[in-house]
């Protein structure tokens, strides 16, 4: 996306070269547009190095493509954070004295601000009435926070964190269609324990489920998360958005899990990896080298249960698998997901390609989602961009 994010004077500036940097590594395109006063707090080269776009507060610079009106045309979305009381009651009423004016004027894109500044001013009526306007008009205020202020005091009027005015500006762009639809996840990689120190895992990190479960609840599904495995720090978004976590350690908690949270759902997304195989005995104590009891270990098989989770299904609920593979050639890929979409009966299969180096514990993913008709979809990019074609492919899939 195209975003422009306005910088208005007040310390909190210095959290927008956060922001900034948050919305480059999401992929997107990033214009910063300060205010002559935003300038005293961060400079100019910090702006231009961090958006890597050239940087200017005047509408007299780069006229000849008529700067102060195509930048609000080209943005896909435009944040101000912080919005000072001075810029909010500029934006209310409708000033166009520098480019960030002449800017907020011309976009018909999604804006978001985040006010920052002390609480006296945020509560006073002037500052209330010009919000309520900029409300009305249809604009969104992420925050302000409450929390220790510039001057030593507390209260609301602090910028919210970066993470939390990217979620809101996203879910700004973001299509509202998954309102009200139940949907499950599982996530992370089971571990089969061996002995009291040992288990059998596999190297799943639990991102790209966790992603998925962020995307259906920002497009406005009820989300279950059952999560396999996986580290606080990886849930952290989950856990913001106040998604409900179920916690499980083996395929057999995992199963059972799913199948209490399926009851009551419309849509289920098998994302965690499952181990096929479980040791067939659980040792109370240790297994040493000295009694011989490592050199080989007797597996049965787990139930497969996605596939039981497909059988199960009532009339209109959709179960999505994935499957992690290491073909030759994408058209044997391609194969292999198309026999195992059948072969687990399920409606759709997120297919991508993993290695040594390529899809697990790193940031990025490339997916492709077969459906009984072919690929309908595919992605490439953060794990939350491919949740999001996940998520556009399942919406697809429920529409009669
Ligand atoms: N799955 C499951 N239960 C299992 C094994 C896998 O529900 N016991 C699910 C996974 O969560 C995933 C899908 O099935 O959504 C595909 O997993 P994968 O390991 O690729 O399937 P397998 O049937 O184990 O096929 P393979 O022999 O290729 O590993």
Known sequence: MNIVVGVTGGIAAYKAVHLVRLL??????VTVIPTEDALRFVGMPTWEAISRNPVTTSVHEDVARVRHVALGQEADLVIVAPATANTIAKMAAGLADDLLGTTLLATTAPVVIAPAMHTEMWRHPATQANIATLRERGLRIAGPGDGELTGGDS??????EPEEILNAALA???PQDLVGVRVVVSTGGTREPLDPVRFLGNRSSGRQGTALAVAAADRGADVVLVAANVAGDVLADAV???IRIERVGTAADLGDAMRRAAAESEVLVMAAAVAD???AEKAERKLTKESGTLERIELVENE??????????HAGRLVVAF?????????????????????KGV?????????WEQGFESADNTVQIVAAEGVVGAASGTKRQVADAVWDAVVAARRP
């Open 347 to 355: 409606d759709l299969l997120v297919v991508n390609e993993v290695g």
């Open 304 to 313: 497969d249960i996605v596939a039981g989770l497909a059988a199960d299904r």
């Open 277 to 279: 195989y479980r040791p």
């Open 172 to 174: 700004a762009v973001r």
């Open 24 to 29: 480059i590594k999401n992929g997107h395109d």
């Open 155 to 160: 209260g609301p009027g602090r910028m919210l």
């Open 240 to 242: 913001r958005l106040g």
């Open 323 to 343: 499957a992690a593979e290491t073909p030759q050639d994408e058209h044997e890929m391609l194969e292999r997901a198309r026999r195992k979409r059948e072969r």
